[in-house]
């Protein structure tokens, strides 16, 4: 068949994050069935090399990526991205719920302008509304009930819904969204040569929060567990903080933390630089553990890299 995968989170121009790591698996495992596979990412947005780098580097591996040099909000690249899908004949388009990228693909479906013969399929994974309220996080303004909105839609007028977990289903559908009847919990895919391995067992002398440094993914926990291990005189030798910046008490992770830590008399490190492989070589260094500390989670790949790679966490 031909396959597009329309996202705005893919692994090569973003260095991690889940929604990329899934798509970018998503294509291998598509290519690897004998698909032929278009990555369509709208955005301009990379973390390392250009774009046309990275269409080199797909293509090498034979997949084919479409990349828009798109600027603007939330709206604009997904117009950008329906027009781009009218102009082309695909027999499934797969987008993710966040941040709407696919609602006017939807649309236009629906209004009978183009794709008549795709099916689309809308995978959810971190819907805005439910990030928001598990980050204690007020909507900004009449934007943020937009983007709610496009990202709802996109999934309503899917053929078929797919999340990694029930959870995120039965979310979705106690929020009031009109899925299709076709719902569908498939698990995340690792990465074409994510090395498995069997579990480590070794003494812990250096906790490692492992995720974005954020509210909802538990940093304020992580830090004030730590704390409490130094004020009862057991703290660790070393601590480390392993993920991208984002926001956690009314600032950015990086200065949460160093809030947090201003009474921690040992050394302690913030890597938020590295991607996937990068990270698992990190936490395979003697005497690491991952602390996945999140209030509210989907299927998070910090599980299920720890889980391949046999890393210790908790």
């Known amino acids: ?7 705005l989170d893919l692994a090569g121009p973003v260095r991690n994050g889940g929604i990329g790591t899934a798509f970018a698996a998503l294509a291998e495992a598509l290519l690897a069935g004998g698909h032929d596979v278009t990555l369509l990412y709208p955005a301009a947005y990379t973390e390392a090399a250009p774009l046309s780098a990275w269409a ?12 828009l040099h798109g600027e603007g909000d939330e709206a604009r690249l997904s117009l950008l991205a329906a027009h781009w ?19 006017f693909a939807a649309q236009a479906r629906r209004a009978g302008l ?3 013969g795709a099916r689309l399929v809308c995978q959810l994974h971190s819907p805005t509304t439910w990030h928001r309220r598990h980050s204690d996080d007020f909507a900004p303004g009449p934007e943020a009930a937009a983007v709610d909105f496009m990202e ?13 977990s029930r959870y995120m289903l039965d979310w979705a559908l106690a929020q009031g969204w009109d899925l299709p009847a076709d719902r569908r919990v498939i698990p995340n ?14 003494a812990v002398d250096e906790p490692v ?15 004030a567990a730590i704390t409490r291990l130094a004020r009862e005189g057991t703290p660790p030798p070393r601590v480390a903080f392993l993920g991208k910046v984002g926001e956690a008490g009314g600032t950015d992770g990086l200065g949460f933390i160093a809030r947090a830590a201003a009474g921690w008399h040992f050394p302690w490190e913030v890597r938020n630089d590295l991607d996937v492989e990068g990270a698992r070589r990190f ?10 500390a999140s209030s509210s989670e989907n299927s998070p790949y910090t599980v299920l890299e720890c889980l391949a790679a046999g890393t210790p966490f908790i």
């Open 114 to 116: 183009g794709l008549r």
């Open 209 to 223: 929060f492992f995720g974005r440094l954020e509210e909802r993914k538990g940093l304020a926990l992580f830090c």
């Open 56 to 67: 080199a580097r797909f293509a090498a591996r034979g997949l084919r990526l479409a990349a």
């Open 189 to 202: 895919l690792l990465p074409a040569g994510f090395p498995e391995a069997a579990p480590m067992h070794r």
């Open 283 to 292: 936490l395979a260094a003697p005497g690491r553990l991952a602390v996945i």
């Open 1 to 7: 068949m031909r396959v597009c995968l329309l996202t």
């Open 85 to 103: 899908l009218m102009a082309h004949d695909f027999d499934v388009v797969h987008y993710h719920e966040w941040r709407g990228v696919g609602f």
């Open 152 to 164: 709802r839609r996109s999934a309503e007028l899917a053929d078929v819904v797919v999340s990694p």
